[in-house]
């Protein structure tokens, strides 16, 4: 399965995105998928992640403010993002909850300035 995470950008401190990941692939759609983000100097972190079914978890870092749903029909992960802070600011990528992984691809980049 190839991964491709978009919708990236600057955005100002109480901003919004919407990321997407599109899937190539049938595993895509009956796996649970998360959202990861690296921000720099630091470790991959978990942000949240949906099952097949529409079951979702969120980081405590986020909770609140970020909404993970998926299209199953349509290969398709998204992530609303609300109220950004700087501490937000990081490479988003999507992939399964858990090893083995599907390849990473390139993510995208959320920067949250004034």
């Known amino acids: 399965v190839q991964l491709q995470a978009s919708g990236g950008g600057l955005v100002q401190p109480g901003g919004s995105l919407r990321l997407s990941c599109v899937g190539t692939g049938s595993d895509f759609r009956f796996n649970t998928m998360a959202w990861f983000r690296q921000a720099p100097e630091k470790q991959r972190e978990l942000v949240a992640d949906?099952?097949?079914?529409?079951?979702?978890h969120y980081s405590s870092s986020v909770k609140g403010r970020f909404t993970i749903s998926r299209d199953n029909a349509k290969n398709t992960a998204y992530l609303q993002m609300a109220y950004l802070k700087p501490e937000d600011t990081a490479v988003y990528y999507c992939n399964k909850i858990q090893p083995p992984f599907f390849s990473w691809g390139q993510g995208t980049l959320v920067t949250v300035s004034s």
């Open positions: 949906i099952t097949f079914g529409g079951t979702t």
